[in-house]
């Protein structure tokens, strides 16, 4: 039984940050309600990986699918206890005068819930709501940072020995030398 | 005519192996190591990271973004993480070092005072 909810996060940091962001798996230990992530399997643009998530009083370990959806979106597909979850994010790059909304980031999450679980519904998407918060709050000190030391600017991630996600993908759409986030197009 | 100190700091405020300032937007990282004082860039050459938030020692600097480890008195990256990663198909899942090395700041000790240099 479907149940879906959207949240929507305004962010300082350019489009290509939030992106990276997304794929940098490596900064899993900056968010203590994240660990033991493995990623399994990874192809150009899409991967596999499971890690143990502290959702309200519980820690689960789910199977996680993650996609890259260029230029602006990344799909998420997981499997948990409580059936499957699925939370597609969009990343816009805002015309703002105000810095601190560089980026608006809309994220639509469906929780395909048993029979048993759906009347906690609402308690559950209050429980992923929290996280989404802590998370973004964790993630608002890396974007912050990021933005004010180093701009719009994306190379440290696309060094060669740097290990992000779908890293030629990225780099076809935010490498400076595509003319960055703004020139961003659908080309993958 | 010489260029002045951007920050100066006397050893004494060395006592628990470590001092950290921040000067302006400057971060600025002095370890008492086994060889001798060094002064780093408080920003991780690895992605920006705040290393003045990280875990200090006179043997090891850890960024606490991506857990990187870098040598105090060297700077040279010691490990990067990588066990997320699936071993079959990847070195770095076996933690090893990236070419990397923090960025070192000009100082000169003069009697108990650390002279820092902003280049």
């Known amino acids: 039984m479907k149940h879906s909810f959207t949240l929507v996060k305004r962010i300082a940091a350019s489009r290509s940050n939030v992106i990276a962001n997304y794929l940098d798996l490596e900064h899993l230990p900056v968010h203590s309600g994240l660990s033991d992530l493995r990623v399994m399997s990874e192809t150009d643009r899409a991967a596999c990986f499971e890690m143990t998530t502290k959702v309200g009083p519980f820690r689960v370990k789910n199977v996680h699918y993650f996609e890259f959806r260029p230029p602006h979106q990344i799909f998420h597909a997981i499997k948990s206890p409580l059936g499957p979850m699925y939370v597609l994010s969009t990343v816009e790059e805002l015309d703002s005068a105000t810095p601190q909304v560089r980026s608006e980031v809309t994220v639509l999450t469906t929780l395909d819930l048993p029979r048993f679980a759906y009347p906690a519904r609402f308690l559950i998407e209050k429980l992923l709501r929290r996280l989404n918060e802590k998370v973004l709050r964790e993630d608002r000190a890396i974007l912050d940072r990021r933005q004010a030391l180093v701009g719009d600017s994306v190379e440290d991630y696309l060094r060669d020995q740097q290990r992000i996600l779908f890293k030629d993908l990225f780099r076809r759409h935010y490498a400076a030398n595509r003319g960055g986030e703004r020139g961003a197009r659908e080309i993958g | ?119």
């Open chain 2, 1 to 119: 005519m010489s260029e002045p100190p951007i920050y100066e700091v006397p050893l004494s405020e060395l006592t628990p192996g470590h001092h950290l300032a921040r000067v302006g937007s400057r971060e600025i990282l002095v370890v008492a190591t086994d060889d001798g004082i060094r002064v780093w860039d408080g920003v991780c050459p690895h992605l920006a990271g705040p290393l003045l938030e990280g875990r200090i020692s006179r043997h090891r600097i850890v960024c606490p973004w991506h857990r990187y480890v870098f040598e105090s008195s060297t700077g040279r990256c010691q490990t990067v993480p990588g066990r997320i990663w699936k071993a079959a198909d990847d070195s770095r899942a076996n933690g090893e070092a990236m070419a990397l090395a923090l960025r070192p700041l000009r100082h000169e000790i003069q009697g108990d005072l650390i002279r820092i240099y902003g280049t």
